[in-house]
């Protein structure tokens, strides 16, 4: 199933890491137009829907520049037996929304939930304290009855979450 790369099964056991490699150098490519077009990196908040979440994911937390955030919508973490010997300096920095449908069929809530956790035990990112000023490390939020799809929740939380990491400018 290519789309931002191929997808042979949804048991994640192989992975097509040249497609995958080959999409980060793309959206690498469209973060530097945007930061040489005037736009601070840190206003700039990459994003993606299931394989798209997954290329968030590797590209953010892979690229040079410290990004505004990620955020991932029942995504995964590819690659997870490279992405640490990938990773930049800034990746405990990054604030990350991660959601997530409790009924996908195809990237399963408990992937969803061992990939953030996986973040948190393998990069040392914490739960986001959205107490804070300044917003840094996961904010997962687990949605019930929602399949492989969005909710109008999860769209009202990202939305919240937006407005937080990337204010508006005075």
């Known amino acids: 199933m290519p789309a931002w790369f ?21 959206l690498n490519q469209l973060i530097t137009a945007e ?36 955020t991932v919508l029942s995504g995964w973490v590819p690659l997870k037996s490279k992405i640490k010997s990938m990773a930049s300096d800034h990746v405990k920095k990054l604030p990350i929304f991660w959601g997530h449908g409790k009924a996908d069929p195809l990237v ?3 992937w969803g939930v061992q990939s953030a956790e996986f973040l948190k035990d393998t990069f040392g990112i914490k739960t986001a304290d959205e107490s804070e000023p300044k917003l840094t490390g996961i904010t997962f939020r687990s949605y019930d009855g929602v399949p492989h799809s969005t909710s109008e929740a999860e769209l009202e939380d990202l939305q919240k979450w937006l407005q937080k990491v990337i204010p508006q400018e005075a």
């Open 6 to 26: 191929d997808i042979e099964s949804f048991d994640f056991k192989t992975e097509d890491e040249r497609g995958m490699l080959q999409t980060v150098h793309q």
């Open 35 to 70: 930061v040489d077009a005037g736009t601070p990196a840190d206003r700039i908040v990459l994003g993606g829907f299931s394989q798209g979440g997954a290329v968030t994911l590797l590209t953010g937390l892979t690229t040079e520049r410290k990004l505004g955030g990620l």
């Open 108 to 110: 399963r809530h408990i």
